[in-house]
């Protein structure tokens, strides 16, 4: 299994990024896939959930409105449009997902937002 999250980087506050995370390994489309976020000094937190299918979705209350997490079945890709983002939004960004042989995570990508 292999996660491998991309699209990172440094923007203003009010910008907005989309993370992107391929994944490979597992029939994708059997599992929930998720985004965690940590910042320094922090607890990993997670910041938005996807069924599999991507009928259902949850998201932290910290991004709900600003945040939409979506999947593409065919490319076996999930995704996370940040817009609106903050500085509180800075963090490395994990793409994860729980299935029958373990729980799996992405190298993490870094978010940081600041003028």
């Known amino acids: 299994v292999q996660l491998v999250e991309s699209g990172g980087g440094l923007v203003q506050p009010g910008g907005s990024l989309r993370l992107s995370c391929a994944a490979s390994?597992?029939?994708?489309?059997?599992?929930?896939m998720n985004w965690y976020r940590q910042a320094p000094g922090k607890e990993r937190e997670l910041v938005a959930s996807?069924?599999?299918?991507?009928?259902?979705?949850n998201y932290a209350d910290s991004v709900k409105g600003r945040f939409t997490i979506h999947i593409d079945d065919p490319k076996n890709m999930v995704y996370l449009e940040m817009n609106n983002l903050k500085p509180e939004d800075t963090a490395v960004y994990y793409c994860n997902t729980l299935i029958w042989s373990g729980d799996y995570w992405g190298q993490g990508t870094q978010v940081t937002v600041s003028s």
């Open positions: 390994g597992f029939t994708f489309t059997g599992y929930p």
């Open positions: 996807i069924s599999s299918g991507g009928e259902s979705t």
